[in-house]
């Protein structure tokens, strides 16, 4: 079973340019979700689907990051205008949470914001 | 709001001696969901051990950790630490009831293992 695919890998960025990141969930999982993750924290929840539908968006930075999946599979999360701050692996994750299923971690994509 | 307490910074340990990592949390939640993530460097979190079992021991690759709500903790615990277990070690919470596995995470523990 193939398992959650993140693209691309790495990126680096200067201030005030836009930046998305790709996720391609396991099959079958219905619920996918954006996590940050700065250097040395944990993971912190940023959004969550369940199929096409928004769940919870409220930890998203709105006025410059945003999240889709229009078809209930892939996802896209965009942040308009990095900055620095912004600078974190971004981590995607899939799950079947009706079986009490744990979420499974794509590989990430480091963000650096010059 | 919803907090996992994680044994702070860095553990280190000589190869062949327990592990024990300690978790506690605190939430609302009546039906917690505990999780215990491993991350090697530069890698993605990898599932570890779950459980939303009262008093029952759940085992994974030589790991294990038992939920206690009485105490609200979820220990990482081995019997004899190798060089591999060295790695970021995640103790995570979600609610059960919700249907959601959107996960709180602790601020994690460097397990170091040394020869």
């Known amino acids: 079973e193939a398992g959650v695919t993140q693209s691309p890998r790495y990126a680096v960025l200067q201030e005030g340019q836009a930046v998305s990141f790709w996720c391609d969930p396991i099959s079958g999982h219905d619920t996918l979700y954006w996590y940050q993750q700065p250097r040395d924290q944990g993971p912190q929840l940023l959004v969550y689907f369940r199929d096409e539908a928004v769940i919870d968006n409220s930890q998203l930075p709105s006025d410059r990051f945003s999240a889709v999946r229009p078809k209930g599979t892939n996802s896209t999360l965009k942040i308009q205008s990095a900055k620095q701050g912004d600078t974190a692996t971004y981590l995607c994750a899939s799950s079947r949470d009706k079986n009490n299923q744990a979420p499974l971690f794509g590989e990430g994509t480091r963000l650096s914001v010059l | 709001g919803d907090s996992v307490t994680q044994t702070e910074g860095l553990v280190t340990l000589t190869e062949g001696l327990p592990v024990m990592l300690n978790c506690t949390y605190q939430?609302?939640?009546?039906?917690?969901?505990l999780f215990w993530y491993v991350q090697h460097l530069n890698e993605s979190p990898r599932l570890l051990l779950k459980?939303?079992?009262?008093?029952k021991r759940t085992e994974h690759q030589g790991f294990h950790a038992t939920l206690h709500k009485s105490s609200s903790s979820f220990h990482l615990q081995k019997s004899s630490a190798q060089l591999s277990d060295s790695a970021l070690y995640y103790c995570?919470?979600?609610?059960?009831?919700?249907?959601?596995?959107?996960?709180?995470f602790g601020k994690g523990t460097v397990l170091l293992v040394s020869p």
């Open positions: 939430t609302i939640y009546s039906n917690p969901f």
């Open positions: 995570a919470l979600s609610d059960r009831d919700s249907g959601y596995n959107k996960l709180t």
């Open positions: 459980s939303f079992t009262d008093n």
